[in-house]
């Protein structure tokens, strides 16, 4: 039978990050194993550190010793008490853990009876400790755990082995049936989600250090006022890497920020890189970074709607209105889209070893939920992410949700391509290996392609190879 803890989630959460990032193991139970000190002892003896948890009524209260049980006399132990998320301590010296079934004798200010199932302490520890003067406290359940790092050696290699293995995946990647050079990745999000800061993290990743390359910061307008297209190049060997992250002016409230029309020119390839928006206007087929015949590889493959964890569920009702004018053109035009939540890392509770498995991390678990709800994405469709917004070294925790992020837009992408109709598969073509036309001569497909005004052809042009 499996022996499972009566902490609940939160309390467990409130300890684990109170006593620096613990991961808890439970090794004695007492309602299981006995109401015993030789049981207890017997279970204990040689772990270290150990937190024993002791459950009294509407409260929680316990102790963290650094030292075993069989090596823990005259040493310093952290007695606590947990109320509601309160948790107050009182440090002292322990006298002996082990004297006729008393599990603890701090120099006559606490003793607690695992047999008789009471404890006493001092009054002036009673009053440190916010607890009720002159109030017996009866031992209703008794645990101890082991205390470990949620990031020991072990976990550390494994997480190093999945960024190296993900880093290799994403630089071996090539666009579904190279029909595009590179598959086009388009950002889109309120003002301050942590856009330019994801693009940021992935050039970070693969350059191997920190970089800081958009402009980030907090202005309530936005900082990026551009349409960028960034490529990035692979610090291993120099070359562009098969995707392109492209970046946006925020979408504000009203007529603030990105307009629902520049959106669409986006997504169909008619707004070329550097393009300034106009807060005024949105652009027009008549301005000189208006592309008049986009190719595929001029479109963009998969958006990603980026949307900061901590206020995701604050966002205004225009902001939300906006987004799903903004999601509905994104499926007219047939583009598979992701959602990325990010700054988990900075949300109430959250350790490091959460973002190890944010599957199962409970904030997490229910800020996907509160997205799906509010914009329709399907859990699955909902990625989380933690920039690099203030580190000066690369973290392979962080590098890992980064990198599993990037790989699901880019399957995404894929399914876009895969998803074209024959007709536009034949624009798709950007180059081609070789092509015998004649008995004499290879040729290279195609060295220049035009765009027929009014029609769905293009006009290839021809260069020979030799």
Same mark, same amino acid.
């Given at each position: ?40 002892? /017997? ?8 937190? &024993? ?71 002036? #520890? ?64 309120? #003002? ?135 999601? /509905? ?72 949700? #980064? ?21 536009? /598969? ?15 001569? &290879? ?24």
């Amino acid at each position: 039978m499996e022996v499972t803890t009566g902490l609940t989630w939160l309390q467990e959460k409130l300890l684990q990050n109170y006593f620096g990032g613990k991961k808890f193991s439970l090794l004695y139970k007492a309602s299981v194993h006995g109401f015993s000190g030789v049981e207890l002892f /017997r279970k204990c003896c040689q772990e270290a550190p150990t937190m &024993s948890v002791i459950y009294s009524r509407d409260y929680v209260m316990g102790v963290y010793a650094q030292k075993s049980y069989d090596e823990i006399d005259k040493c310093s132990i952290i007695l606590f008490v947990l109320q509601d998320t309160n948790i107050s301590k009182c440090e002292m010296s322990l006298q002996t853990a082990w004297k006729s079934g008393i599990i603890w004798s701090c120099q006559g200010k606490l003793s607690i009876n695992l047999e008789t199932k009471d404890v006493k302490m001092a009054s002036n #520890i009673i009053e440190t400790l916010g607890l009720p003067k002159n109030d017996p406290i009866s031992i209703q359940e008794y645990e101890v755990f082991r205390c470990e790092d949620l990031l020991d050696k072990r976990k550390i290699q494994g997480i190093t082995m999945d960024r190296e293995s993900l880093l290799s995946t994403m630089r071996t990647y090539k666009p579904y049936g190279d029909l595009v050079p590179q598959v086009r990745i388009l950002l889109l999000g309120p #003002i301050g989600a942590g856009k330019s800061s994801f693009f940021n993290s992935v050039k970070s990743v693969f350059r191997g250090h920190v970089t800081c390359q958009a402009l980030v910061g907090s202005d309530t307008s936005g900082i990026s006022k551009k349409y960028r297209t960034y490529s990035i190049k692979d610090e291993r060997d120099g070359n562009f890497l098969p995707f392109i992250l492209c970046d946006t002016l925020g979408l504000g409230e009203k007529e603030e920020g990105l307009y629902t029309e520049d959106v669409v020119c986006i997504l169909k390839g008619h707004i070329s890189d550097r393009y300034q928006f106009d807060s005024m206007k949105p652009i027009t087929s008549g301005h000189q970074n208006y592309i008049g015949y986009p190719l595929v590889k001029d479109r963009i493959h998969c958006v990603a709607f980026v949307f900061d964890a901590n206020s995701v569920e604050r966002l205004s009702p225009e902001i939300v209105v906006k987004i799903k004018s903004i999601r /509905r053109e994104v499926i007219k035009c047939g583009i598979v889209h992701v959602a990325l939540l990010t700054h988990v890392d900075s949300m109430n509770l959250i350790t490091k070893g959460d973002l190890i498995e944010t599957d199962r991390c409970v904030p997490i678990k229910l800020k996907r939920e509160a997205v799906q709800r509010k914009f329709g994405f399907a859990l699955s469709d909902i990625l989380v992410v933690s920039n690099y917004t203030s580190e000066w070294e690369l973290d392979p925790v962080k590098d890992v949700l #980064i990198l599993s992020a990037l790989r699901q837009m880019v399957w995404a992408a894929d399914d876009f391509l895969e998803d074209l109709p024959p007709k536009e /598969r034949g624009r798709c073509i950007w180059w081609c290996r070789s092509l015998r036309v004649s008995t004499t001569t &290879s040729w290279l497909l195609p060295a220049c392609i035009y765009g027929i005004p009014g029609s769905s052809l293009s006009l290839y042009v021809l260069l020979p190879c030799d």
